[in-house]
């Protein structure tokens, strides 16, 4: 009887079918995760995280309009991969907020070349997102003075400005590139008034302190920012009035009393200047036209006094109209108004013989030795020298005109030898002086000062 067949053995799993043998990958990765962590060998390099994009700079909405592409209005040459790189940081930074990418890349583009503008913008750009003015305040100054008209520069300072409350700075920045820009045109335009008015207030300061250098300065800013504005025109004259320039301020006050034709002060101040340093006819118009004009009026009744003289004296010879410009007279100059402005000194006989012998080859020889040997003027005994030269001052001044009274007057209102508080008195009582507070006997003495004091004293000598 023939044996019973054997039972057929089910083939292993991995070998059943090609396609089923992904059953047993799981057992063998953990078996193999297994064996691998009972060896000593270093586990795999981990992936580093995707990088997250970065988010917006975080800025005002009334400051993001002045951040703009690095490049915009740079005027120099730029080679094509370094403009590429500038555009693509500037565009990271700008829409992406990537202000570490902004300031690793233009530390590299400094590094190669110092004088690329658009990096430091770029870096001044991070410090304003920053909030941190003054940096880009610093950063920029250097990129505005070499490229001025640089457009991305100047907004970026001028907002950075404007913050810290420095308006004039704000303002002269958006001028600048206000035809490139229409953001600094509108700003400009908005801040112009409160800049003059800030600038203005600064040269009254400097004047205040007699620091004429700085006024200077702000008068510059406002010839340039407003160079047909009442404000720069009086910002003028007080800055010429300051240095005692007779003939800068009388161009002010021309240029003033054409626009406010009806300022009596601007007028009577103008005569005045035209009679010193301009034209003399001018001067006693305007004068006899305010005095026909106020025929009871007794300051512009003596005022018209003085102008007839100055107008006289427009009629001497030019050297002595000069003198009377000066605005600083010496020894000599004063000897020159005296022989050719009282009729005394110039027509009489000397009575003494004195010498002075620095003035043998001076041009006012004539005048020099007339009021010397006339007893009016001193001459140093020992040396015999007049030091024409030497500046005269208002008190020394006064008492050489109380001695041409003392000599030439017909009333003893006068004391030759006082002393320097005496010859302040004696001159008031006389009436060389308005006021006490005109005497100032240390003070420069200038030619329209000097011939007003002889224009009064001719009054006690019988004359104008």
Known sequence: ???????????????????????????????????????????????????????????????????????????????????????????????????????????????????????????????????????????????????PTYTASQLLFGRAAERLGDISLAYSAYRVVAARSPLALKRAGELHPRALEIVSNRLEEALRQQRFEEADKQLDLLRNWAPAETLTLEAARKVARGRGDRNAELGAVKELSSRRPGDRALLERRAELELEVGDPSAGLKIVQDLAARHPQDPALAGKLEAAKFRWRLSQLPQSVQQVAAKAELNKGDLAVLLYWLVPEVRNSRPTAGRIATDVLDDSRQEEIVRVVNLGLMDVDPTLHRFSPAAPVRRGPALRVVLRTLARFGKTACADAGAGAAKVCEASLACGLLPSEEDCQPAAQLSGADGVEIIRRSLKLLGGA
Do not use: W
């Not at 909405?61 to 940081?89: C, F, H, S, W």
């Not at 907020?97 to 110092?114: F, H, K, N, P």
């Open 1 to 147: 009887m023939p044996s019973p067949p054997l039972p057929r053995r089910r083939p292993r799993p991995e070998v059943r079918r090609h396609g089923r043998r992904t059953v047993a990958a799981p057992i063998l990765v953990v078996l193999l995760a297994a064996s691998l962590a009972c060896t000593s060998a270093p586990p795999p390099p981990v992936r580093p995280p995707v990088a997250r994009p970065h988010e917006p700079l975080a800025l005002e909405p009334a400051d993001r309009p002045y951040l703009i592409d690095a490049l915009e209005g740079y005027p120099r040459p730029v080679d094509p991969e370094v403009r590429d790189r500038l555009r693509n940081v500037s565009r990271d930074l700008l829409e992406e907020g990537d202000t570490e990418g902004a300031t690793r890349a233009a530390a590299e583009m400094l590094e190669q070349d110092s004088e690329l503008f658009p990096a430091q913008v770029l870096l001044a750009q991070v410090d304003f997102a920053a909030r941190d003015d003054r940096r880009v305040i610093e950063r920029l100054l250097p990129v505005g003075d070499a490229l």
